[in-house]
């Protein structure tokens, strides 16, 4: 076994068996939500234990492809488009579903976020605390977008990007099963969420090649979570316009696969990425 098969194949069993034992102490013997910091925080930095544990000691190979610089000079056009991007895909998943007569635009619900305080204030606010959550978010992906999708197929675009979106997908499935996430039909939801996670993974690759830093991919990752899925839940919803979490997480993922095909369709992206220095 190589030296890189042998990283990844450590990374891999750290990620998974650290995340998901964890999730069974927290849930099932501690008894915390879910939704509790407690459970989440620790589980989801896992992978980034994982990546530093394998770059350290594993292969040896250090960290100079990391991307741990933030290169607030050079990158500054992807931390934006990382920040606002969300919001965006956002507005045009509303808007889609408002085109297809699923929604009748209603942002009333938006209220509902915090208690006492307008929508447009609690989204203003969301967006101001993105940059300040982005180290939270860094545990995913200084290990699936930093480590993992690299060491793939030579990073080329789409077997790394589709395989990467695929184990970080199946990663996040015992969620369906605590109360993180609800589907219904369980099957149907956690093929849609794997589809969902694989353009995100698309996007966070391309920023984080295109900007040479983690930090840009962790702060789009920060405003998927905290921005374009918190709100379209909460408007397109049950709290809203009566949507199911399927639905609206396949409304969401159009206009993320849009802008996936976009990127893969680029010159620069049909050969392998080079891992930025």
Known sequence: MSPKTRGVAVFLALSFAGTWLWLFVAHRVMGLSALHPLLQLPGFCVPAMAAFIV???????????AGLRLRLKTAWRYYLLAWFGPLAIAAVTMALAAALGLWRPDLAPLDEIVDGVPGWAAVLALML????????YWGEEFGWTSYLRPRLFGGRMAPSSIVTGLVWASWHYPLAFIGYVEFPRLLLGLLVWTLCFQCQEVILAWLFVRSGTVWVASLAHAGNNMVLFLLTGQVLGSGGGGLGTVAVTLLSTIPLAGLSLWIACRPNCAVAYESPQ
Request: aromatic share 10%; glycine share 6%.
């Open 129 to 136: 605390a993105l940059p300040l959550l982005t180290p939270l």
């Open 55 to 65: 770059r350290r000691w594993v292969t040896r190979e250090g960290f100079a492809d």
